[in-house]
């Protein structure tokens, strides 16, 4: 659980501050006065969850996680606390692995995984500022050097944007990916783009390049609201394998998984497009079109979750297929990837509703269990 600061707007405007780490991976969330609650639980992500259609403003919470990052902590102490740094090196032995960021709109998703840089695009963020993703970068290139061998390594972009499959390192105009299923590969994407990389300045550069070419837009609660899902997957490989030729063009199509056992592990970074309430943020016309989308996925997500936490017998058929999102998932969430949740939370009293529900699903999601 990350919580982030109050921002300036909240603070000049007298927001209370609601949550409170207590230490131990413990968070304490105090609804005991009304002020600045907004009203009745809605969240897509805790509809199966009964606490959301309990009224909040009765509630004192306390909630127990893995770790609790409250609104001091530096980017560093979240990589390392989060167990980020274990999951770069799982990858690299050949594992799955999958971060999320997840929470309301506004709560520092973006931030969490790519620090202020990609908000403001005009000059670098400051290196202790940096998010996980170039952290991860850091890391898993440093592992590359040292190990004699090194590791081949590739990127794809993507963004889920109004339940379309978009290729965020394709340098044409944007246009719709179809997503495919196959009894080797799974859930896959059609003609996605992948690119080799070797350096933390090459992948820094894409992570750049395809993050401005998301969809965002200002609204409400956030002037740079990410208004898509993007998922950013590394491709390591072990460079012993030969399948994994020298002939590869700096560019090429995502390649066949190779017939040969090797060491081929993905380490994918997930920002998924805020919830939100449409009434709060003043959406309306495309962007309303665009909330409800966002809402969908999000619910189709929760739902999955809510299955996959699931006593193993218990488990019933889980749709993955209800959309792109879930699909695109589907290794990460059920199947032998191992999956790392942030959810990222505002102290604010008026995100009170919307932290509560985040709460709830977080605790949920930590009952899925997968087997690596
Ligand atoms: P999201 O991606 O969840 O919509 P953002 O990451 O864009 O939210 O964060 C919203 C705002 O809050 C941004 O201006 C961001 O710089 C700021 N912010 C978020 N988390 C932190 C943090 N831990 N420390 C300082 N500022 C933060
Ligand atoms: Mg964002």
Known sequence: IRVRPLTCTETRRGDRQVVHSLGDGTIHVSATSPLGFGGGLWHPLSCHHPCAQVSAAKHDATFG?????????SQEAVFEGSGMRQLVEMAIDGFSCTVFAFGQT??????????????????????????LMQRSFTCLLEQSQSRGSGLALSASYLEVYNEQVRDLLSTGPPCALPLRWSKTR??????????????????????????????TSAHALNSHSSRSHALLTIHIRSQAVSTWGQSITPTTRVPQPSACPSKQGTLCFVDLAGSERVKETGSSGELSVEAN?????????????????????KRTH??????KLTRLLARSLGGSGVTLMVA???????????TLSTLNYASQARRVTTRP
Not at 108 to 130: I, S
Not at 190 to 195: C, D, G, H, K, P
Not at 344 to 354: D, N, V, Y
């Open 344 to 354: 990222c939370i505002s102290p604010s009293s008026r995100c009170l509703s919307e």
């Open 106 to 131: 506004g709560s520092g998703k973006t931030y969490t995984l790519m620090g202020p840089l990609a908000q403001t695009e005009t000059q670098p963020a400051a290196p202790g500022l940096l998010g």
């Open 65 to 73: 996680f893995s770790a609790v990052f409250d609104a001091g902590t």
């Open 293 to 313: 989308n966002i809402n969908r996925s999000l619910l189709a997500l929760g739902h999955c979750i809510s299955l996959l936490a699931k006593p193993r017998g």
């Open 318 to 323: 889980i749709p993955y297929r209800d959309s």
């Open 186 to 215: 799974g859930f896959y994407v059609e003609n996605q783009l992948s690119v080799d990389f070797e350096s933390l300045e090459a992948i820094t550069d894409l992570l750049l390049q395809g993050s401005q070419r998301r969809r």
